[in-house]
């Protein structure tokens, strides 16, 4: 029983630790919005199944946006939050590759960002929710380079 009252007693230390990181008695940290979003991004893409971030219309205007010389990726794509004082939730939409176990990599997408933003920004992250708006399918090209056509 001990051990039980000691490992709440240390969730509780670690959220007081977490309220102390960002309002002080010397100041408040305040994170943007957009800070949240490119981290939760980026931890995004590095997950192994996740071909794009984005739906139809935000990877078209994107892929339009990276040919102007001097453009930068947008990493927050298809990625939405909300920053409170010490919490975040975040809303992503992506393509995932074909044959990929979705629940999968839901769960390793969730897992990835709670870390790399609870992380870097010390917030609470309360929710990721993920929306996979379409898969992506191999290019025929790519699997095929000396096959002939099965129907001529």
């Known amino acids: 029983m001990t051990e039980q009252s000691s490992a709440s007693t240390d969730t509780g230390a670690e959220v007081s630790q977490r309220e102390s990181v960002l309002v002080t008695q010397h100041g408040k940290t305040s994170i943007a919005d957009s800070v949240v979003a490119k981290i939760?991004?980026?931890?995004?893409?590095?997950?192994?199944?996740?071909?794009?971030l984005g739906g139809g219309a935000s990877r078209a205007v994107g892929a339009i946006r990276e040919r102007i010389p001097g453009s930068r990726t947008n990493h927050s794509q298809g990625v939405?939050?909300?920053?409170?004082?010490?919490?975040?939730?975040?809303?992503?939409?992506?393509?995932?590759?074909?044959?990929?176990?979705?629940?999968?990599?839901?769960?390793?997408?969730?897992?990835?960002?709670?870390?790399?933003?609870?992380?870097?920004?010390?917030?609470?992250?309360?929710?990721?929710?993920?929306?996979?708006?379409?898969?992506?399918?191999p290019d025929q090209s790519e699997d095929t380079d000396d096959e002939p056509a099965r129907v001529q």
Do not use: C, F, K, P
Request: proline share 0%.
């Open 80 to 137: 939405t939050v909300e920053v409170g004082e010490r919490q975040a939730a975040i809303d992503l939409e992506l393509v995932a590759e074909y044959g990929v176990a979705l629940a999968d990599l839901a769960a390793a997408i969730r897992r990835n960002v709670i870390s790399s933003v609870e992380r870097m920004t010390s917030l609470e992250v309360a929710e990721v929710n993920i929306a996979v708006s379409d898969l992506h399918l």
């Open 40 to 52: 939760a991004g980026v931890a995004t893409r590095d997950v192994s199944g996740v071909y794009a």
